[in-house]
């Protein structure tokens, strides 16, 4: 991917395949540690212990049948080749949790990209799941919910195109807020 | 500056032309791949675009939707539009800029863009 965002598009999907009701994306930037960390957080179905040990390994996963599994092991190689690293936590019934760490100022870390156009393309392709989005930094935070676009839209749906457009402006100026 | 008040505008609005909004089956509809090969070829600006292009022109009749793998991963990004009571029409290799000729051109005026079609393309 030429991006962080089109992989956080790509592991939200899991989340919404998993049957997720509420999925929070977080990108904390931390100059201070020199870290970047990009985390997808869903209620979905969650995995077993030994489907779990095999997701995040390129080997196992490429060894199964031919369409099953790049985006995480492709996300953990890129976090590793970036001086960080990949965790999943995982509960059958529960949820799961997925956090990526890259040395911010590594030389192979992609750019961060377009996460506000991700979030887009999510809320209009699942425009009734709850969507939560953190940025922070180390001085502040900025965080947008569907759930609070949602009270204000009295039936609207959110995948109409004018509240997306309205979401992408609002988003995109909370965040230039941040320092 | 977006306002909350700007949504309760949008709100209003949408209420208003939701009632004069034709049922779905009677909308064009737009579908755009968005499978992790669609991702990796570029479909997320060409969904925004689409979103972006129909919102401006205020298209009523047209609903953007997604899907998953078409199946034609090296013509991705692939788009294809289902006008009622028409033959579907498939685009590929789609960028933000042919996007707008396709919504200028077929989604507000009923003209196929032919040179982006999978005819031209094979
Ligand atoms: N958030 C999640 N909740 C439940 N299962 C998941 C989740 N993320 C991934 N999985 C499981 O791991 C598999 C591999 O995921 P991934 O590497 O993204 O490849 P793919 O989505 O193409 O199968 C998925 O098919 C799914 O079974
Ligand atoms: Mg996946």
């Known amino acids: 991917m030429k991006e962080l965002a089109l992989n956080i598009l790509d592991i939200a999907q899991n989340s919404i395949a998993a049957g997720a009701s509420q999925i929070a994306i977080a990108v904390r930037e931390s100059m201070a540690a020199d870290q970047l960390t990009i985390s997808v957080k869903d209620n979905g179905c969650g995995m077993e212990p030994e489907f779990l040990a095999k997701v995040t390994d390129p080997f196992t996963t490429t060894r199964k049948t031919r369409k099953v599994g790049m985006g995480i092991p492709l996300l953990k190689m890129e976090a590793e080749m970036s001086g960080g690293g990949l965790r999943i936590e995982s509960k059958k019934g529960k949820g799961t949790s997925l956090t990526a760490c890259f040395k911010r100022s590594h030389m192979d870390r992609p750019p961060l990209g377009d996460v506000v156009g991700t979030l887009m393309v999510l809320i209009q392709g699942a425009p009734d799941l709850e969507f939560t989005y953190t940025k922070e930094t180390d001085q502040s935070a900025f965080q947008f919910s569907t759930a609070q676009v949602r009270a204000l839209l009295g039936g609207v749906s959110l995948s109409e195109p004018d509240v997306l457009v309205w979401i992408r402006g609002y988003v995109e100026e909370g965040e230039l807020e941040l320092l | ?122």
């Open chain 2, 1 to 122: 500056m977006k306002s909350l008040e700007d949504l309760k505008k949008i709100r209003e609005d949408m209420q208003k032309q939701m009632n004069l909004r034709a049922g779905d089956e009677n909308r064009t509809r737009v579908v755009v791949g968005m499978a992790t090969c669609g991702i990796a070829a570029g479909a997320r600006p060409v969904l925004t675009a689409f979103v972006d292009e129909v919102s401006r022109r205020n298209l009523q009749q047209v609903m953007v939707t997604q899907t998953g793998c078409v199946g034609i991963c090296r013509l991705e990004p692939v788009v294809e539009v289902f006008e009622p009571g028409k033959e579907k029409v498939t685009y590929v290799k789609l960028t933000e800029e042919k996007v707008k000729k396709i919504v200028s051109e077929h989604l507000a005026n009923g003209r196929v863009v032919d040179a982006y079609t999978i005819g031209a393309a094979e």
